[in-house]
């Protein structure tokens, strides 16, 4: 297409001649027309957003597109609320049904919630516009995370108990140290506090003792291994500790001697030592302890008391 030309009457040839605008004052008009839209729209904005309180379509579809975003996280919420609550119902499950019946500890809730307290750790948060709701989702994610950990390792630890269970039932501290049915056995002394029979003061008794005769045998109460062996001049005197693995260990004191040896595996009900009066003692007897994962619990909750004496040398009889 032909380019446009533009033309001018000459009054003194009396004639159109083409008119060449100069490119400089070409440039300064597009400048100026440049300009003053530029100072229009500026202007329409501001009386458009200050003066009548109108939103841009943009503005408006990033607060649609915010507001969607905060919908969804609060559902994420919600959502998060019922996976906790369904989280603690397995939780009480663990303490109060699954772990003990592996005699494991229930985990507290110290442990479980541990992690989320003192420093803030959700102060990047702070500056957004929708920083609550940032917040609470970060929060519940953090706090889920963390007690999904904990459960599934305690998890892990019953399904490994689980695994070996016919050998824990074998290790557990389950039958008596001496033969209790005997006539020439008697309690002399429980687990928990007690009057010292030294000082008169009142002591916690990490155990329990059987009274009888020096020379009278002692058993294992579990399948284990000898673990140490040693002789307490102002405490347990002769000793016997057995280590059975799965958190429990037993101590045997007060011995007359031992009949096993640092590192012997023994089994339930086989022959460890005899009964003495050595070491902190006012007269022949057993001193019995049993101890869970470094803590000295009942023993009489490990064991029948009203077990016979045909019962008691029927779970010996295969070892002694």
């Given at each position: 297409m032909a380019k446009q030309k533009r033309?001018?009457?000459?009054?003194?040839?009396?004639?159109?001649?083409?008119?060449?605008?100069?490119?400089?004052?070409?440039?300064?008009?597009?400048?100026?027309?440049?300009?003053?839209?530029?100072?229009?729209?500026?202007?329409?904005?501001?009386?458009?957003?200050?003066?009548?309180?109108?939103?841009?379509?943009?503005?408006?579809?990033?607060?649609?597109e915010?507001?969607?975003?905060?919908?969804?996280?609060?559902?994420?919420?919600?959502?998060?609320?019922?996976?906790?609550?369904?989280?603690v119902t397995l939780q009480m499950r663990d303490n109060y049904v699954y772990r003990p019946i592996f005699g494991m500890e229930e985990i507290s809730q110290d442990v479980r919630n541990a992690g989320f307290g003192g420093v803030d750790r959700y102060s990047h948060l702070q500056n957004f516009e929708r920083s609550g709701i940032l917040t609470k989702t970060a929060y519940n994610l953090d706090v889920l995370y963390k007690k999904t950990f904990v459960q599934t390792k305690s998890f892990d630890d019953l399904a490994?108990?689980?695994?070996?269970?016919?050998?824990?039932?074998?290790?557990?501290?389950?039958?008596?140290?001496?033969?209790?049915s005997s006539s020439k056995i008697r309690y002399s002394s429980s687990f928990g506090y007690r009057r010292d029979p030294f000082h008169g003061d009142y002591r916690m008794h990490s155990g329990v003792d059987?009274?009888?005769?020096?020379?009278?045998?002692?058993?294992?109460?579990?399948?284990g291994r000898v673990v140490d062996i040693g002789?307490?001049?102002?405490?347990?005197?002769?000793?016997?500790?057995?280590?059975?693995?799965?958190?429990?260990?037993?101590?045997?004191?007060?011995?007359?001697?031992?009949?096993v040896t640092i590192g012997k595996a023994?089994?339930?009900?086989?022959?460890?030592?005899?009964?003495?009066?050595?070491?902190?003692?006012?007269?022949?007897?057993?001193?019995?302890?049993?101890?869970?994962?470094?803590?000295?619990?009942n023993p009489l909750n490990y064991y029948n008391r009203d077990i016979n004496d045909q019962q008691f040398r029927e779970l010996i009889s295969p070892k002694s």
């Open positions: 033309y001018k009457f000459n009054h003194e040839t009396l004639a159109y001649e083409i008119h060449r605008i100069p490119i400089k004052r070409r440039f300064s008009k597009g400048f100026i027309l440049f300009v003053l839209s530029l100072a229009i729209s500026v202007g329409y904005y501001y009386i458009y957003t200050r003066y009548l309180n109108l939103e841009t379509p943009k503005t408006l579809s990033l607060k649609r915010n507001d969607e975003l905060a919908n969804r996280l609060e559902l994420i919420n919600r959502r998060f609320e019922s996976v906790n609550r369904s989280l490994l108990l689980a695994k070996n269970a016919d050998e824990m039932t074998l290790c557990v501290p389950a039958i008596p140290p001496v033969n209790i059987l009274s009888g005769p020096v020379g009278e045998s002692i058993f294992a109460t579990g399948n002789f307490d001049f102002f405490g347990y005197g002769n000793f016997i500790l057995i280590d059975h693995g799965f958190g429990y260990k037993t101590r045997y004191a007060h011995l007359k001697s031992a009949l023994v089994k339930r009900g086989e022959q460890i030592g005899l009964m003495g009066n050595t070491g902190r003692s006012k007269g022949p007897h057993l001193h019995y302890e049993v101890i869970y994962r470094n803590k000295t619990v």
